[in-house]
């Protein structure tokens, strides 16, 4: 009993003196530094007055705190960007603004308070209670910087923070090239800034306190930079048990008291407490501590291949039974290895032993105003899971994404392919008449290499313990200043990280070897869905995509109406489309019948999105190993209101390009090669499937069927199997007005593990049955499974022709608006005549007055109330 008692007060006690850490993320003031005429150290204290200063968005940058204080019109909506002053045109002196925030603060005893930033762009100096913080000047957008404030504070406990941000030194003519005249690459930021093919430019350059600020309180010891590295040695079965895994951690630990201090330092994973006795000198050093064996780990699996099982650690120095400082985090056990695939030409992507075949997409930034949040993240990284990718790629032209970030891909099993911040475009890969210097000038960007060395190393250290995080990339397109490469691969990455590949740049050759000739990557724009299947192309390809414009909904929310005007082939479109980077839909619209007004082309154009995001997944999985180990889709998101290139568009609405990927990605998949109707299944799974059914029939447009064949058979692990052509039936059915293809892969309880409708055109290419196809009277209900589940029900009566391509929207029962984001397990799906399909919503707790919408091509738009 005394045992316990004094146990639970070494408890107390420890609790008595744990870590603080907090934000700074409201409260702040802001004025422009016209505006202010005082002196920094005035400025800076605490009877300065500031009641004309405007409330700031920190952290957030300079334009969103004018959007938010409605100094200027709504840069997504419309063409309202170009009703703003652009940086260029200006001056950096209109973006130039002090930032005050004030906060309560004191230090006693051993406390040492530290301020972090984790991001500023572009040029900072710092102010507390009237004295400088920084002695040098903060320089360099992607760079977390800290500072010892501990004498600094004031003795009342009141303290004043100021800081005036200076936007990035070139800013660069927004042009219209990529990157504008490319000299925003000059210095260490974004260079999407000064416009891009999916972007216009964003007018103050995201200047700003752009990323947290965060006040720590450590009791003379601060642990930083954690570093947890896990080796899982052999080949491995998701959900079998394991042989053990090997965890080996290593911490920075920084003594500013000026005398050594002792105690031990310790961490714990999975209930096992590792320890290790330790003085810690004045000086910052970096301890490690003795490997630990791990019995049986649960692993963390891509999405797709195995659960996402994650351990808290829990890092600790105790000195005289007090906790001087400690560090929280996440980390999974995993292994990731790279073999080349001779056969193909490409890198082969292996965890924890086990080949994954990549299934990616591209990803800009969460928000070009950088408007970042944890909930927005985690629905972003959801739809990609959704999709059923296993990688996202972060493109060079933006930034090493926040922490955040790659939380949500260890939640949801997405590996992240991260570049470094050179893209062709401004770092001179090619001529480029737009561009302001030649490439031998941009070659050498940014200017400041020993900075851009600096950011790598922090920002390694900021992301490198996440489970997700699997290859690192030296540019977009091109690589780094061989003064940067080279330290990057041979001192960097060897010292703080060592686990990872790392490509010279996203389309190099010893990523996927490029015997075809040109870039290595795309094209981007829509193609016939054959060439999918037939037109071989690079084996690990970087970037490889299409369209993605939005639907109605979609349009409404950021093209004003008098601008919502259908596009029509070969003809300019309206300017706020082609504002917001419209890629035209040419050819592919007219087969479904001429759109008739923007809502007929929006709905027509699901059918292309569709169709084209399938047929790209599934042509490169059909040759799986043979031709290809992975594609990445450029790309799956915007940051902005743009046209092409989304899943989903800026407010987190999906489109039918989503639903086509996903069903094309699906970890087991039956499929129809349209160049010789061969039945195909894919199994990505690591083990084998047996006892299956495969089922063919083809619909009428009147809703009749005609069986084809089904077959028992069976598919092995991680492999492509054809089965049956319909060449010869299809002929048969003559297809005077297209017909419907159902495909299905049944167990043996005859439980349909994968289904798949494809609608073929008439002998003329044309859909002119579709175009005439009577309606289907669809029977729709909707029932709330929990609190934030409905499961819809769609029934299509015998005797129906097929229900086809309905669009499920949860919206407000009330305002008709949709509720985003929403998450469906299928959706744009067709209902055959005589079945039944349950489509399951998922949406954030807390949200009440619902209702579903159901519409589709021959199906009437109808509410339906939630029971």
């Known amino acids: 009993m005394k045992k316990i008692f004094l146990f639970c ?211 003379g010891i601060n642990i930083q930079n954690p570093h947890v590295v896990t080796l899982v040695p052999g080949k491995r079965l998701p959900g079998a048990k394991q042989a053990p895994a090997i965890i080996k951690v290593s911490v920075e630990v920084e003594n500013p008291t000026g005398k050594a201090i002792s105690g031990i330092l310790q961490y714990e994973i999975a209930g096992k407490l590792v320890k290790k006795n330790v003085t810690v000198s004045a000086a910052a050093s970096e301890i490690k501590f003795p490997d630990l064996t791990l019995e049986n780990p649960r692993l963390w699996w891509p999405s797709g291949y195995g659960k996402q099982d994650l351990y808290p650690v829990n890092i600790r120095f105790i000195s005289a039974n007090q906790v001087l400082d400690q560090e929280n985090l996440t980390v999974g056990i995993r292994q990731i290895d790279n073999i080349w695939n001779e056969h193909t030409k490409s890198m082969g992507a292996y965890v924890n032993g086990q080949k994954i075949f990549i299934k990616g997409g591209n990803w800009i930034i969460s928000d070009a105003m950088l408007r970042f949040s944890d909930a927005r993240y985690d629905a972003e990284v959801r739809y990609h899971k959704d999709m059923n990718l296993n990688l996202i790629r972060i493109w060079g032209g933006a930034i090493l994404e926040r922490p955040e970030f790659y939380n949500a891909c260890d939640k949801y099993g997405l590996l992240v392919f991260q570049d470094f911040w050179f893209s062709g475009d401004c770092n001179g890969r090619w001529v480029d008449p737009l561009k302001k210097e030649d490439q ?142 419209y890629i035209g839909y040419n050819q592919y619209i007219n087969p479904y019948g001429k759109a008739k007004d923007a809502k007929d082309f929006a709905m027509k154009a699901q059918l292309v999105n569709y ?52 069903k094309g990605s699906e970890p087991l998949h039956i499929m129809m090669n349209p160049l010789d109707s061969m039945v195909t299944v894919v199994n990505n799974g690591l083990t084998d499937r047996n006892n299956l059914m495969v089922q063919a029939k083809v ?47 049944l167990n043996e309880k005859q439980e349909v593990l994968s289904e798949n409708i494809y609608w073929l055109a008439d002998k003329n290419g044309s859909y002119k049955g579709l175009q005439e196809l009577k309606s289907a009277n669809l029977s729709v209900s909707a029932n709330r499974t929990s609190k934030n589940k409905i499961a819809v029900t769609l029934s299509n009566p015998v005797g129906n022709p097929v229900a086809f391509f309905n669009r499920v929207a949860l919206i407000n ?55």
Not at 39 to 67: C, D, K, R, Y
Not at 173 to 185: L, S
Not at 813 to 838: Q, W
């Open 9 to 219: 007060v070494l408890l107390l006690n420890l609790k008595a003196f744990s870590q603080q850490r907090y934000e700074l993320n409201s409260g702040w003031l802001c004025v422009n530094v016209k505006d202010a005429s005082a002196s920094e150290s005035q400025i800076s204290t605490l009877g300065f007055n500031t009641s004309g200063w405007m409330p700031a968005t920190v952290p957030g940058t300079v334009l969103t705190t004018l959007l938010n204080n409605k100094k200027v019109p709504d840069p997504f909506y419309g063409m309202n960007n170009e009703k703003i002053a652009d940086i260029y045109n200006v001056g950096k002196e209109h973006y130039t603004y002090w930032f005050v925030k004030d906060f309560n603060e004191s230090a006693a005893g051993n406390d040492q308070v530290w301020l972090q930033f984790r991001g500023i762009n572009y040029k900072a100096e710092i102010f507390l209670n009237g004295k400088k913080v920084n002695q040098k000047t903060h320089e360099g957008m992607h760079l977390r910087v800290k500072y010892n404030i501990t004498k600094l504070l004031s003795s009342t406990g009141k303290n004043r923070l100021a800081v005036i941000v200076y936007p990035p030194d070139f800013p660069g003519n927004p042009n219209g090239g990529q990157g504008g005249d490319g000299t925003i690459a000059k210095g260490l930021t974004t260079q999407y800034t000064a416009g891009w093919d999916w972007i216009q430019p964003t007018r103050d350059r995201n200047t700003g306190i752009w990323d947290k600020v965060t006040i720590e309180k450590t009791k």
């Open 440 to 581: 031998w000038t941009r070659r050498n960007y940014p200017d400041n290499h020993p900075l851009v060395l600096t950011a790598i190393e922090d920002q390694v250290k900021m992301i490198r313990n996440h489970p997700s995080l699997a290859f690192w990339c030296g540019g977009n397109e091109i690589t780094p200043p061989e003064d940067i490469l080279n330290p990057i691969k041979n001192d960097i990455l060897p010292r703080l990280d060592g686990t990872r590949k790392f490509f010279d740049f996203s389309n190099s050759d010893e990523m996927s070897y490029n015997a075809i000739g040109g870039n290595g990557d795309g094209p981007y724009g829509i193609q016939d869905p054959i060439s999918f299947w037939a037109v071989k192309t690079f084996p690990y390809n970087s970037e490889v995509g299409s369209v993605g414009v939005g639907d109605y909904e979609s349009l409404e929310r950021f093209i004003p109406k008098e601008n919502m005007i259908a596009p029509q082939f070969k003809s300019k479109p309206d300017s706020v489309w082609d504002y917001h980077k």
């Open 611 to 662: 169709d084209q995001y399938r047929a790209l997944m599934e042509g490169f999985s059909n040759k799986m190993w043979d031709w290809y180990t992975g594609s990445i889709i450029w790309k799956t998101q915007n940051p902005w209101t743009a046209l092409r290139g989304q899943m989903y568009d800026y407010y987190l609405d999906p489109n039918a390009s989503l639903y086509g990927l996903r």
């Open 699 to 745: 619909y009428d447009m009147a809703g009749k069927d005609y069986f084809y064949s089904q077959v028992f058979n069976s598919i092995g692990a991680s492999s492509v199997r054809r089965f049956f052509p319909l060449n010869d039936f299809l002929k048969k059915m003559d297809q005077k007005d297209g017909v419907f293809v159902s495909l299905k892969l």
């Open 813 to 867: 029962r009330e305002t008709g608006k949709r509720i985003l984001p929403a998450f469906y397990d299928d959706n744009y799906l067709s209902v055959l005549p005589g079945e039944t399909r349950v489509v399951t919503v998922e949406f954030h707790d807390g949200e009440g007055n619902l209702a579903v919408e159901v519409y589709g091509w021959n199906v009437e738009r109808q509410k339906i109330n939630i029971q």
